[in-house]
């Protein structure tokens, strides 16, 4: 008698859940979470770019090659518990392997002039 015992979730799914409450999915379509640290004033997640995203001006080269990341971006995803969460996110670095002009992708993941991800803005333009 009485119930069934609900079984736990297996944890990549309560990860998977969970990525998707701290990160917009915008953002989760091209980046993947590699570390989370947290200090006394903030947390931060670090994403990496997705592997394959190669910039559309190299896509018609066999020679592409990885080399390295860009300058990180950073951008507030949103407070909780008091402490800002920030998303670090490190986009690839592409170029021909015969020369060195480097390519990366460009996304649109903070408002322009300030370093929120559009949905704290939309937030916090709707509060005010």
Known sequence: MGRKKKE??????????????????HILE????????ESRERW??????KEGRIPSALSVYDDVVLDGYCNPIETLSHSFVCKPIYLRLYRRRYKRA?????YSNEYD???RG???????GI???DEG
Do not use: C, N, Y
């Open 8 to 25: 736990a979730q297996p944890i990549e799914k309560l990860f998977s859940s969970a990525m998707t409450m701290l990160v917009p999915g």
């Open 30 to 37: 091209h980046f993947e979470m590699w570390d989370a640290h």
């Open 44 to 49: 931060v997640i670090e994403m990496h770019e």
């Open 98 to 102: 015969s020369t060195d002009r480097h």
């Open 109 to 111: 993941v903070a408002l």
């Open 114 to 120: 300030v370093k929120m991800v559009p949905e704290m």
């Open 123 to 125: 937030f916090l333009k």
